[in-house]
């Protein structure tokens, strides 16, 4: 079992290598592509799927949405060299009231076929995996050294579950959120939250500022704060995507990943700390 969970790890990194680095269509096509999975395995996990069909009328509108949603942000902010970020916010904001009016229509239309809670969870599952992982596109590409900033996304969650992995093991007493991840302590997160702060300051201070220095420079107490405080988001965003699998009573969102699961197994604090990255990004960066 470690054996696979080790080599899919491996194959994860160097696929996350190849397509933030390359960056633009490249990367919006393997995170549309993420994305789609993510939100199937939501609406499996969820009942918005339906077992008489493979997909039903409000996955394949989902599904319909993260594409075309994926396609107008790269279309836009690709199209510009300067201020990409500009286009971010009308982008964003529009996709998300068209999603809504879509499910609307699917909702009425196919009336009584759907639940309410059904339409409302279709929502919310776009919102929560592939809108909050196209922050990762949105930093790549809406900052002129972006390939530099979106690494600290992988940073503050990534970085701080192993922090908070060794940390718990060695000095873990106090169980954080037994009913949820009985194996995380309080310790634990505290040497996550710790650790990130310092990769953040080290990331900074020897890779971020010595190459974008003629662009902006970041301050790398501000940087620790931002790391800090990411940890602690991404830890809430892993212990949400289990409260979902705990209230639906399964084991893993999906099988995709050999001795990982599912997208959503993997990315839940990745989907969380995005975000959060980018808006302190757009506090912290002149």
Known sequence: MFRTRLISGIVLVILALMSILTG???????????????????????????EEKKFNSLEITGSVIIVLYYFVLAFCMLQRENFALSVVYPVVTISIVMAFIAFMFVY???????????????FFELLYAPVLLSFIFMIREGWSYGVYLVWLIFLCSWGSDTCAYCVGVLFGKHKMAPKLSPKKSVEGA?????????????????VINPFTEDVFWINWGSAMCLGAVGALVSMVGDLAASAIKRDYEIKDYGKLIPGHGGI????????????LIFIGLALITP
């Open 24 to 50: 633009g269509w490249v990367l919006a096509a393997v995170l549309g592509a993420i994305s789609v999975i993510a939100y199937r395995e939501l609406t499996k996990a969820t009942g918005v799927h339906t």
């Open 108 to 122: 009425v239309f196919s009336f009584p076929k759907y639940k309410a809670g059904q339409v409302m969870a279709a």
């Open 190 to 206: 505290i040497g996550g939250v710790v650790g990130a702060a310092v990769l953040f300051g080290l990331y900074t201070y020897f």
């Open 264 to 275: 959503m197994d993997r990315f839940d604090s990745v989907i969380i700390a995005a975000p």
